[in-house]
């Protein structure tokens, strides 16, 4: 009588993580995805989440590289003008 009570209780629990399972399977297929375009066919590709997430990840560090890059620009440019007047100063042509 036991056995039959385990047997049944593990007989359950896989048939609920086969179930589970299938609704995770399922909500994991209902993420919808947008195509790519694709350069060389001229068509829309779908390539998956993972590339696409690598293309999103991508264009967003080399947005907040160029953004870096022009401010270390701006930076250097005030340095050097500040350098300038301070030599001018220390000359004596500030005026």
């Keep these: ?3 039959q009570r385990l047997v049944a209780l593990y007989l359950s629990m896989i ?3 086969f179930v589970l399972s299938g609704f995770a399977a399922g909500a994991e297929q209902k993420i919808i995805h947008k195509p790519v375009p694709n350069k060389e066919s001229g068509t829309d590709v ?3 989440p993972r590339v696409q997430h690598v293309r999103e990840y991508r264009s967003m560090a080399t947005s907040a ?3 870096a890059r ?3 620009a701006i930076r250097l440019k005030n340095a050097q003008q500040e350098r300038e007047m301070n030599n001018k100063i220390d000359k004596g ?3």
């Design 1 to 3: 009588m036991k056995t």
């Design 15 to 17: 048939l609920l993580i």
């Design 46 to 48: 779908y390539l998956g």
């Design 65 to 67: 590289g160029r953004k």
């Design 70 to 72: 022009e401010e270390a």
């Design 93 to 95: 042509g500030g005026k």
